[in-house]
């Protein structure tokens, strides 16, 4: 029997092309020559499709004023970016870095000024104060024309930008910069330093570049520069996105310097925006005062930006203390800047009026604004390198200083007992008229979970001040916590002793004097905290038991970042970051009428979570450049898991009564931020999960709280639910 094959007509088609073939073969014809290869396809993503974007600037000339520039675009893979056009928001600037002086001086007696390098826009604009931008009564601004820096935009022109259509672009700027003669005259040399800036701002990424270049030479490298400060200092204290300017168009630090320059000002206020000014004067923030006859009266810095917004850094707090510490943001050594250390070149006045003012004092009245001509390394007066750094020397040899406690016992009648001396970097013993008797030790035990409660021991009678003990021959001091109680299981606990002691200097000023260590009874001294790491030890009956290990408090904040914004002064008793020893979780209540029922938790947990400077949703300058404050600004990397300490219980205000109320561990580290907003949803959600918000006493919370927080609330979730 015959069987049938059904073929499908794809087959067919394929079967019939095969036959052909071999027809045309079996025949002795050809299928012809093979044709070239093409050239390979382009491997890259769209510019509307990436989520990453760098933009690189490749090479750059300059022809009778005309700029070119090649840059490449890639994402974070180093993939190739395609499709950028005239029309994606893409500016260009270009300043050149020029040797400025100044004429300063009154009239028949002016003198030159070396000014050193200056970033000099040829992109400039002349503007107006735009009066209705001008809230009724505001004070301490100054309006005035005035010039602003500006960058081109590439759509408005037509054949500006090429496409080489593998990632890689030019563009050839509108500005011919050897005709630059309105608002200012530039005049474009060759020799000097220029640098050419990229802004391409898409609605979810922004990338930025720059390009510095000698046009005469053609060189990138060993020529003059100022690269002074790097980011990476401002993102010690800022969040890096709210360092997204400008609509959130400018991101590095080149392109800012580049066109916040001298000649640059703010209309609406009459104040300068150069870069070194406008960041010294923001930075000053509340400090910033001028003298008059009358005494210093704030001086607040502000800009009115576009659309009227007002910027008041008068409302800065600025966290870095001793202010005088350049190296906060001015960091040298490794992997420093290349020209870091310019800021000590006693070039420019324009740093010191920013923080100064114009009038420091009324010893300035007339002077004018040359600081320099005074104040400059053997001059009149100290220069700022000599003004600040004698303003550090006491802070810096107080770190070198340490704490040495010894017999440390409890007495027969109770009592925690120790001596207490101070040595300096080559551990010598300091004498005691260096010392204030009048600055106290801490102790503490369980200082490995949460430090005595408020009510066994208040901090008040924890602290003594070394006049309160016996001072002895040898420099040194026996303290006896007279006030204190020990619990009657203190054997095998750990112990903690802190110091919150200052050391005695004198001051600098005219003439040089030294800083050095002085009689803490001498006139016009200032008093520096001793910085020395807490003692921590474990009891036995009548002195330390030197076969048992402290115990090691759970690793919750990195303090080290703490310091990082707030370095050696952070609020008081500044020898490091060790306030929770006082500011216990069940601390008293302060009374405070701005808060939602008039008291407010004194915990450390909740000073730091709503201090104004710490949580900039409602408060503080509201600019959009905010310290670094999410949870891993200061937590360690398992510094919120919760259910880690089950007995800690909180003592806060009620929100509509302010009287007492106990919380639940867990429930009380959340509201330590969000009490304040709470809702009716809030409590239920808590109370259902074991949670206590309205306990009666402590030993109420104990009794009832079943807390299953960490259930849900795991250290993964919490982290992406705070946007980090």
């Not at 003669?181 to 990229?198: E, M």
């Not at 959340?670 to 907003?677: D, R």
Request: with cysteine; glycine share 8%.
């Amino acid at each position: 029997m015959m069987k049938t094959i059904t073929v499908s007509p794809a087959t067919k088609a394929v079967l019939s092309a095969g036959l052909i073939a071999f027809a045309l073969t079996g025949c002795g014809g050809s299928d012809g020559t093979n044709g070239e290869d093409g050239p390979d396809g382009i491997i890259g993503v769209n510019i509307d499709a990436t989520s990453t974007l760098k933009a690189t600037f490749t090479d750059a000339s300059i022809v009778d004023g005309k700029v070119s520039v090649a840059f490449n675009l890639k994402n974070a893979n180093g993939v190739a970016v395609l499709g950028l056009t005239k029309d994606h928001d893409l500016r260009f600037g270009i300043a050149q870095l020029t040797p400025v002086t100044e004429m300063v001086g009154t009239e028949g007696a002016k003198v030159e000024v070396d000014r050193g390098y200056q970033w000099q826009s040829y992109i400039n604009s002349a503007k107006q104060p735009n009066a209705s931008w001008i809230a009724d009564g505001e004070t301490n601004i100054s309006p005035s024309a005035q010039y602003q820096a500006e960058v081109e935009a590439a759509s408005k022109c037509v054949d500006c930008l090429v496409d080489n259509l593998d990632g890689s672009y030019s563009y050839t700027f509108q500005t011919n910069i050897a005709q630059v003669t309105d608002p200012i005259s530039i005049t474009y040399q060759a020799d000097d330093t220029q640098r050419i800036t990229l802004e391409l701002k898409q609605p979810l990424i922004t990338a930025n570049a720059h390009y510095d270049f000698q046009p005469s030479t053609g060189l990138t490298e060993g020529i003059v520069s100022r690269d002074v400060v790097s980011i990476t200092a401002c993102y010690t204290c800022h969040q890096p996105e709210s360092l997204a300017l400008h609509g959130g168009r400018r991101i590095d630090l080149e392109n800012c310097a580049s066109c916040h320059t001298a000649t640059s000002g703010d209309p609406e206020t009459g104040n300068s925006v150069d870069f070194t000014y406008m960041i010294h004067a923001i930075h000053k923030g509340q400090d910033r005062v001028t003298s008059t006859a009358d005494g210093e009266v704030a001086a607040p810095y502000k800009v009115i930006g576009y659309g009227g917004g007002l910027h008041d850094y008068g409302k800065v707090m600025y966290p870095q203390k001793p202010a005088a510490d350049c190296s906060a943001c001015h960091v040298e050594g490794t992997n420093a800047p290349k020209d870091a250390a310019l800021f000590n070149a006693n070039k420019s006045d324009t740093a010191c009026i920013a923080c100064h003012t114009e009038l420091a004092s009324q010893q300035h009245v007339g002077v004018g604004t040359n600081c320099t001509s005074c104040h400059v390394e053997e001059g009149y007066g100290r220069s700022a390198k000599e003004a600040h750094g004698d303003v550090m020397k006491a802070y810096n040899e107080t770190q070198t200083m340490k704490v040495v406690f010894s017999d440390v016992t409890v007495t027969a009648d109770n009592k925690f007992s120790t001596n207490v001396s101070f040595t300096d970097a080559s551990g010598q013993i300091l004498p005691a008229e260096y010392i204030d008797d009048g600055s106290r030790i801490v102790m503490a035990w369980d200082s490995d979970k949460n430090y005595p409660t408020y009510q066994d021991a208040s901090y008040s009678n924890r602290r003594i001040k070394l006049s309160e003990g016996t001072a002895n021959t040898d420099n040194s001091w026996t303290l006896v916590w007279d006030k204190v109680t020990l619990p009657t299981d203190y054997v095998g606990k750990t112990f903690e002793l802190w110091s919150a002691v200052t050391a005695c200097f004198n001051h600098g000023g005219y003439g040089r004097p030294e800083v050095k260590l002085t009689a803490c009874s001498a006139d016009d001294i200032q008093t520096v905290e001793i910085k020395s790491e807490p003692y921590h030890f474990v009891m036995a009956a009548s002195a330390i038991d030197d076969s048992q290990t402290a115990a090691v408090r759970r690793n919750i904040i990195n303090t080290q970042s703490c310091q990082g914004c707030h370095n050696q002064e952070v609020y008081h008793y500044d020898n490091g970051v060790n306030c929770q020893t006082c500011h216990t979780a069940d601390k008293t209540l302060k009374t405070d009428n701005t808060y939602p029922g008039g008291k407010k938790s004194t915990s450390f947990a909740f000073k730091a979570h709503s201090a104004e400077g710490h949580y900039l949703k409602h408060a503080g300058v509201e600019s959009g450049t905010v310290l670094k404050t999410d949870c891993k600004t200061c937590h360690t990397a398992d510094g919120i898991q919760l259910g880690r300490a089950a007995d800690r219980v909180w003592r806060y205000g009620d929100i509509e009564t302010g009287a007492d109320v106990w919380m639940s561990s867990d429930t009380g580290a959340c509201l330590s931020c969000h009490q304040k907003y709470r809702t009716d949803a809030t409590v239920s959600h808590i109370e259902s999960n074991g949670g206590i918000v309205d306990g009666m006493s402590e030993d109420d919370v104990h009794t009832r709280a079943s807390e299953i927080c960490s259930t849900c609330h795991t250290v993964e979730r919490v982290t992406k639910t705070h946007g980090f």
